[in-house]
């Protein structure tokens, strides 16, 4: 297994609010690039997923707000996957900011693989391959997925 690189990136002006914070919506839309930027590292880049006929649909997200984030400041993304049984996974979030070292927003969101008709599919049976790159991270804790 090779250890990732977190998502990394700086808070664009257009997503803060009148306070000068990133408006709470935005945290889902940052959870969502390092799902992508994610399964690229570790080998699955989405656009092959969805190749295969295989849609990810959120079925559940939440974010709790520990540190407002504010524009032009450089954060990173770390994210696991907590659960994984080849039709749903549950992944974690931890949103750290790179000037302070402290943890700004934590989340989670829980999703399926359907069809294209948005009929469950098992992964292990019908895409091993997919399956395997998945199996391969579940489980595993922050620190033992990435390097900094």
Same mark, same amino acid.
Do not use: Q, W
């Given at each position: 297994m090779n250890k990732l690189r977190p998502y990394e990136r700086k808070v664009?002006?257009?997503e803060t609010d009148k306070? *000068?914070? +990133?408006?709470? #919506?935005?945290?889902? $839309?940052?959870? !969502? !690039?390092?799902r992508v930027h994610y399964l690229s590292e570790a080998g699955l880049p989405f656009p092959k997923i969805e190749e295969t006929g295989i849609l990810m649909p @959120?079925? #559940? +997200? =939440?974010?709790v707000y520990k540190r407002p984030l504010r524009f032009d400041e450089t954060f990173a993304v770390y994210l696991?996957? &907590?659960?994984?049984? *080849?039709t749903s996974l549950h992944v974690s979030y931890r949103i750290i900011s790179r000037e302070t070292g402290l943890v700004c927003? =934590?989340? #989670?969101? #829980?999703?399926?693989?359907? &069809?294209t008709e948005l009929k469950i @599919? $098992?992964?292990?049976? $019908?895409?091993?391959?997919?399956? !395997?790159?998945f199996a391969r991270y579940a489980g595993l804790d922050f620190d033992e997925i990435f390097t900094d």
């Open positions: 664009f002006y257009y306070m *000068g914070i +990133v408006h709470h #919506s935005n945290y889902i $839309r940052i959870f !969502e !690039e390092a @959120v079925l #559940s +997200v =939440e974010a696991k996957i &907590d659960k994984f049984n *080849g927003t =934590e989340g #989670s969101s #829980s999703h399926c693989f359907t &069809d @599919v $098992r992964t292990k049976n $019908r895409y091993p391959e997919i399956y !395997e790159i």
